[in-house]
């Protein structure tokens, strides 16, 4: 039998803290003992200074497990938080209704099993909290209207309403290769979130990730008050590992594999820092590991490139071998942080 990504074997025998490996809801997460690497002091700071965010991250970086969180502290499950810094800061855990959608598991080939996708997943949400069929029993076929009509009805129902998107840009990635495709789905979601701007009213909160930044004028227009925190330095760790935290939520681990290595904890720390570190956010903000990798690791004890086999973006594999850049002449290439700002659909460069 496993429980987040270690055997039930191994974790008696080791009796070490079970690794969250492939677990990307909150409170699996911590109703299953697995570690969680406690981010919940940044996420507050955001949920009171702000309303509405934006945040890109690579795949596999803990941005569906950053949503999850999100989604339990606004349904006030302080139950959760037992332990971590959320729930002995003196947080008054309000409850909000809580409309929460992944984009990337909507699976289409036509615009029309697109919003109807969009449309059922509007629908599971308004059966969570009561509200039975509205797509059939108001007609609703397009994902738009069923989002307005859905926030409306919980504001006056619940209160406050708040939104939380995982790969918000999923769908138009799905078709980058085919610009003229993809420029209509891209018309699609914006029409879409749009609906977050009309109902600004009768929003707590909204957030939304992905792994691009498509400009807010393509995507966003009209959603000004979306405030994007993809290369703030206060966030710049929200997700990720950062080196205090790998050493201690995984100390036990690491002291496991060094002794079986026959090496010290410095030298073990300094070999997972050549293979998984290096991502910064922020010039001055902490770098970070890929948690994916980390997680691998510990579990396997063996250094691989462990993100390359699931989180390699198969979009951005189809724009290189339609450009003339050479994957080689990538290495060691240092480019301006111009090159990462903002892109439209139908001109992206690939580096």
């Given at each position: ?110 615009p029309e099993q697109f919003q109807s996708e969009l449309v059922r997943q509007l629908d599971e949400s308004a059966t969570q909290h009561g509200l039975e069929s509205i797509a059939s029993s108001h007609g609703f076929q397009r994902g738009a209207p ?206």
């Amino acid at each position: 039998m496993t429980f987040c990504g270690i055997t039930e074997e191994s974790s008696m025998m080791n009796n070490l803290p079970k690794l969250p490996i492939g677990i990307q809801d909150f409170e699996k997460l911590r109703q299953n003992g697995c570690v969680y690497v406690d981010k919940t002091e940044t996420i507050h700071r955001l949920i009171t200074e702000g309303v509405a965010w934006f945040l890109s991250r690579p795949r596999r970086f803990g941005k569906s497990l950053l949503i999850s969180t999100l989604a339990a502290i606004f349904r006030g499950r302080r139950d959760l938080f037992e332990g971590l810094w959320i729930g002995d800061s003196g947080y008054d855990w309000p409850t909000h209704p809580v409309i929460q959608l992944d984009m990337s598991r909507i699976t289409f080939e036509t615009p029309e099993q697109f919003q109807s996708e969009l449309v059922r997943q509007l629908d599971e949400s308004a059966t969570q909290h009561g509200l039975e069929s509205i797509a059939s029993s108001h007609g609703f076929q397009r994902g738009a209207p069923m989002l307005d009509y859905l926030i409306s009805r919980l504001a006056e129902e619940k209160g406050k309403v708040v939104v939380l998107i995982d790969e918000y840009d999923k769908p138009i990635l799905n078709d980058i290769a085919d610009t003229a495709r993809a420029l209509a789905m891209r018309d699609r979601l914006r029409d879409f979130y749009t609906i977050l701007k009309a109902q600004d009213r009768n929003l707590r909160a909204v957030f939304l990730t992905g792994v691009s930044r498509f400009s807010k004028v393509s995507v966003f227009s009209g959603i000004n008050q979306l405030e994007d925190i993809t290369y703030a330095r206060e966030y710049g760790a929200i997700v990720g590992i950062t080196q205090t935290e790998l050493e201690s939520a995984f100390a036990d681990h690491l002291d496991d594999i060094a002794r079986e290595e026959g090496i010290s904890a410095p030298e073990l720390l300094t070999q997972i820092r050549d293979w998984y570190n290096g991502y910064r956010f922020h010039p001055t903000a902490e770098a970070v590991y890929n948690p994916f990798s980390c997680l691998l690791y510990l579990r396997n004890r063996e250094f691989q490139p462990w993100w390359f086999e699931t989180g390699t973006p198969t979009f951005l594999i189809d724009l290189l071998r339609k450009s003339s850049l050479s994957v080689a002449s990538l290495e060691r290439k240092v480019v301006s942080s111009n090159a990462f700002s903002s892109f439209e659909v139908d001109r992206i460069d690939p580096l």
